[in-house]
């Protein structure tokens, strides 16, 4: 019901207004949802989510208004729907937008680079010129992982990296495979890399990963610092071993056996580095970060969610995959199970390690 939505407040979906705001105002939350998650904008809801209704009477002439704003000023056309709704008595006008398939939409009078906005929680954000791409790389279905790299020669690649992995699980993986996963992409006749595989294999900027240890809870005083910058695999791999040297080991008697196990799980550690790996946007000029403190460890991905995704829909399960091949490839390799399922499985073990401590 839209009382309900209305009661929880602005977010990502949903605007409150008490009155009618300005033209400019109305278009780029027009546009934010058009390019984002789409939404609905209600007029006649005051701060408080308070239902205040607006004048019967103006009623038609808002939504001949608001139809002549959204078609002067949005541009490619986007077709919302208006209508009004009474609540308990009181009318309120609703514009409801859907997400688009013409990204990006944008301000006419601004243009494409500085009138393209996007949701961010209950804010609308103008984008920058790589959300601007990945928005038009949407448009096409297309992630950035999956484009064609000119910069390198597949024989100027040792695949090897990647077949060797393959082996180490038992499955089969040759030239064939790697252009299955979109890894290998011909062009005019001729095999080239996509983004995907040199990033896989180090190849590309900001595959690094830095991890640090930290006297304290501050960042005042390093222990021990190492940078990997190699393949995926190797960087992913050195980091657990940095992980589980820098790590309290928890002592529990099982029967007669000594069960040894670090204070965070390691199973928890590695699906949240996976994911870091898998969903960052390496198009950002910055590295993962694993920083190591006395009391917590904290792991940062560059870029934010995708597609205006809330933290709420990733905890809920919800996933949005910003490396299409990259994820496809990881999950070949069994490094991932199923979509979505990363952060509530985190969430699951560590509850049951803190119950367990209880």
């Known amino acids: 019901m839209l009382l309900d939505e209305i009661k929880k ?11 009618l705001p300005s033209n400019e105002a109305i278009a780029k939350t027009v ?13 006649g809801v005051n701060d408080n989510r308070e239902i205040v209704g607006i004048e019967e009477d103006k009623i038609f002439e808002y939504e001949e208004k608001i139809s002549s704003i959204i078609n002067d000023l949005c541009y490619p056309t986007i077709l919302p729907e208006i209508y009004a709704q ?6 309120v006008l609703v514009i409801e937008v859907f997400r688009g398939s013409l990204l990006p939409y944008y301000l006419k009078n601004k243009g494409k680079l500085k009138g393209t906005y996007i949701r961010i929680g209950s804010t609308n954000r103008i984008a920058d010129e790589n959300m601007i791409a990945e928005l038009q790389r949407q448009r096409l279905n297309k992630s950035f992982d999956e484009e064609i790299n000119f910069e390198f020669e597949i024989k100027d690649i040792d695949l090897n990296i990647i077949y060797n992995e393959f082996k180490k ?15 290998i992409k011909n062009i005019n006749g001729k095999d080239m890399p996509t983004n995907a595989l040199l990033i896989t294999l180090g190849k590309f900027d900001n595959t690094m990963i830095k991890c640090a240890r930290f006297k304290g809870i501050t960042k005042e005083i390093f222990i021990d610092k190492k940078e990997f910058d190699g393949n995926l695999f190797y960087n992913l791999e050195n980091t657990i071993k940095f992980l589980q040297n820098h790590l309290n080991l928890n002592a529990e008697v099982e029967g007669l056996q000594l069960k040894e196990e670090l204070e965070i799980p390691l199973l928890t550690l590695r699906e949240v580095l996976i994911n870091a790996i898998i969903h960052r946007d390496y198009l950002r000029n910055s590295d993962i970060k694993v920083a190591i403190y006395d009391d917590i460890v904290e792991i940062v991905s560059p870029g934010g969610f995708p597609n205006g995704l809330t933290l709420e829909e990733v905890m809920n399960g919800r996933s949005e995959i910003r490396n299409k091949v ?7 390799l069994n490094y991932v199970e199923t979509w ?11 509850e049951e390690k803190t119950s367990n401590l209880k």
Do not use: M
């Open 9 to 19: 407040g602005e977010n990502k979906r949903l605007e409150l207004k008490e009155k």
């Open 31 to 43: 546009v934010a949802f058009s390019n984002t998650s789409g939404g609905k904008l209600i007029i």
């Open 86 to 91: 009474n609540i308990n008595g009181k009318v």
């Open 169 to 183: 699980i038992n499955k089969k993986c040759d030239y064939d495979k790697l252009k299955n996963l979109k890894l």
């Open 326 to 332: 990259l994820a496809n490839l990881f999950r070949e």
């Open 340 to 350: 979505g399922s990363g952060i509530g499985k985190v969430k699951k073990i560590c």
